[in-house]
């Protein structure tokens, strides 16, 4: 035990280090967490062998991170953006798998290969992209919820991907029952969802929030809870926690979730980004790191282009279409998934998959620095849309505040009625 408590403290140590520099920079503390990681880990000291267990514990931060973005979101502005959000996304991910495969096609790669990066690079990280933007309190942005859309249907395209996949690997046939499950099972999800969201007076009886504990508990069942619900579907289990926060948000029962949950979801995220550092070889890194880098930079430039021309062809401006073709640059955390997949299937080889974590970890490591320059490229674009976005927002709350006094009084009407009478 003392030496898990000294590994322990190291790592928080060592957390709260780079967390505290590179903040001090206005660089986001996740960038600190993956350094943690990769000095923690296997190839750094040692001081965290249990890669799996870390793993299976980021995955939970990142439906606790779901789970609280589904508490700030507007379904109304959520739902008037589906156009870019399902026609973007499509796109994007089908300009990305053609590129790929014309790269593999010019090095005489298999064409399998070229499907299988391109699935990898279409994927953008939602936990980066997401602290990110509330970080910079850019969530209720158009680009962010932009952002935000789009990674939500990147979240339910992993399912196809990797049935896809699969197929392609010869490991699994075409099922078209389990397929219609999914379906039917996510479109009576989400109608559920809507018609919850549609009831006002949803209210959790006062016995289950009478003290902490009670209110800390009933918080993680219902995150939990719609997580499992979409995983058992064969969904994304994020995407059932951020519905689950939808509801809560609708029901205006999260501040209290929020409040009593929010130190537990910080730990989880953090060690989430920890969990990412901890699959950089440093061995590996240190013979490739000239092609790494620029395998990498490459990611950016070719995931910022693809979004960026996309979201300009579906009626962005080009300052909205670079902003989030600069958050959505980095590949993303089910990309691990599809990669790992990969080498089972025989697409990849032990090289080629340490060569795929180790790029996937560096995007994400250097996403917010790329987003800084492309911030910097922008400066001004962006403050006009910072000001148009808070000009935006107060319209909306005045109008909500206009309905909801016009929904008073016809309650006021409804139940003077029949005593009038």
């Known amino acids: 035990m003392n030496s898990v408590l000294l590994a322990l403290v190291a790592v928080i140590g060592c957390a709260l280090l780079f967390a505290f520099v590179l903040r001090s920079l206005r660089i986001p503390a996740a960038v600190a967490y993956i350094i943690t990681g990769i000095i923690a880990g296997p190839s ?138 999914q379906v039917t099972g996510g479109v009576l999800l989400l109608a559920l969802v809507v018609w919850l969201m549609r009831r006002p007076k949803l209210r959790f009886p006062v016995a289950l929030k009478q003290s902490l504990d009670k209110k800390i508990m009933l918080g993680l069942l219902l995150c939990f809870s719609g997580a499992a619900l979409t995983a058992e579907i064969g969904l994304s289990a994020p995407f059932g926690a951020f519905l689950a926060g939808m509801i809560l948000h609708a029901s205006e029962q999260s501040e209290w979730v929020e409040e009593h949950l929010r130190s537990l979801y910080v730990v989880f995220v953090a060690i989430f980004f920890m969990s990412v550092g901890m699959l950089v070889s440093l061995d590996f890194v240190g013979d490739h790191l000239g092609l790494l880098v620029m395998m990498t930079l490459v990611v950016f430039i070719v995931n910022s282009g693809i979004n960026a021309v996309i979201l300009r062809m579906l009626g962005e401006t080009w300052a909205m279409a670079l902003l989030t073709g600069g958050l959505l640059s980095q590949i993303g955390e089910f990309s691990f998934l599809l990669a790992s997949m990969g ?7 032990s090289e080629g998959h340490q060569m795929a974590m180790a790029v996937i970890a560096m995007s994400l490591m250097f996403s917010p620095l790329w987003m800084l320059a492309v911030r910097l490229l922008l400066h001004n674009e962006t403050r006009i849309m910072e000001d148009a976005g808070q000009e935006e927002t107060m319209r909306e709350m005045l109008l909500q505040a206009q309905l909801e006094r016009e929904m008073g009084r016809q309650r006021e009407i409804n139940s003077d009625g029949p005593r009038q009478s």
């Open 44 to 181: 750094g000291f040692g001081l965290i062998s249990d890669r799996t267990l870390l793993t299976h514990m980021g995955e939970l931060g990142v439906i606790m991170l779901l789970f609280f973005v589904g508490m700030e979101v507007s379904l109304p502005r959520l739902i008037a953006g589906w156009r870019i959000a399902v026609l973007g996304t499509l796109a994007q991910i089908m300009l990305s798998v053609g590129v790929c495969m014309a790269v593999a096609w010019l090095f005489g790669w298999s064409w399998k290969a070229g499907l299988l990066f391109g699935f990898l690079i279409s994927m953008s990280s939602t936990a980066v992209v997401l602290t990110l933007l509330k970080d910079a309190d850019e969530l209720e942005m158009p680009f962010g919820q932009n952002a935000l859309g789009i990674l939500l249907v990147q979240d339910m395209a992993i399912v196809p991907m990797m049935i896809v996949l699969g197929i392609v690997g010869g490991e699994e046939q075409f099922n078209p029952m389990h397929v219609g499950i």
């Open 343 to 349: 080498l089972g299937l025989g697409l990849l080889d």
